[in-house]
């Protein structure tokens, strides 16, 4: 069965520290996989996702970056992170097929920017 | 563009009472239209999808396109239905799930 980590659970960080979040999927090969970004009253914001290794698609210009270094691993980074990209981070991945595609999530991190 | 809009952030119901969650969305084209929940604690997982035409915890969902909406529906609300649901969209191709902003359900015992 496929499974979906994220690391770390949470996570306090300084104005202008650098960020690296991680997500890898087993189970399954070349999935779609996704971040989101869920704020309180903002819902949740699709920030980048792949269709593939090196194929990266931003939806909201800001400070974070993603890559996809190997086909089942996804990074969220940043090089100097700003209060207001404190939330919960969420990756998912799906089969990226037409009709009734899932996508399915992992547990979250929780980043805290102070 | 695509847009999906949840119009209420909390709705809170009585146990036993009926419940609807609006969503209303914008495509140009034919959509796939999914409801998402997230209950305490645990992950972000489907609820249901419209194309399934299914009942999942006692709840449905009908895509009404001349409304543009996909509203969910419960007769009778229980306590474990309290959570945060998300409705979503989907368009042509392989393209990724457009969420709403979520209402979260509370039903009161």
């Known amino acids: 069965s496929q499974t979906i980590h994220q690391w770390p659970a949470t996570l306090v960080q300084p104005v202008g520290s650098p960020l690296s979040l991680e997500c890898t999927v087993e189970?399954?090969?070349?999935?779609?996989l996704y971040w989101y970004r869920q704020a309180a009253g903002r819902g949740l914001q699709l920030l980048f996702y792949s269709v593939g290794i090196g194929q990266i698609s931003s939806e909201v210009p800001q400070n974070l970056s993603a890559s996809r270094p190997q086909d089942r691993q996804f990074i969220l980074s940043s090089k100097k992170l700003l209060l207001s990209d404190s939330g919960f981070y969420l990756c998912a991945w799906s089969l990226g097929l037409a009709g009734a595609d899932t996508q399915y999530f992992g547990p979250g991190t929780r980043l805290t920017v102070l | 563009a695509q847009r999906v809009t949840q119009p209420e952030k909390l709705l809170s119901v009585f146990k036993g009472a009926p419940v609807e969650l609006k969503c209303n969305y914008s495509?140009?084209?034919?959509?796939?239209l999914f409801w998402y929940v997230q209950y305490s604690r645990q992950r972000l997982q489907l609820l249901l999808r419209?194309?399934s035409r299914e009942s999942i915890k006692g709840f449905t969902a009908d895509l009404n396109k001349g409304e543009t909406s996909f509203h969910l529906k419960k007769p009778f609300a229980q306590e474990e239905d309290s959570a945060m649901y998300y409705c979503a969209l989907r368009g042509s191709g392989n393209t990724p799930l457009v969420f709403g902003k979520g209402t979260r359900l509370s039903v009161i015992a």
């Open positions: 419209h194309i």
């Open positions: 189970g399954t090969s070349n999935p779609n």
């Open positions: 495509y140009s084209g034919s959509p796939e």
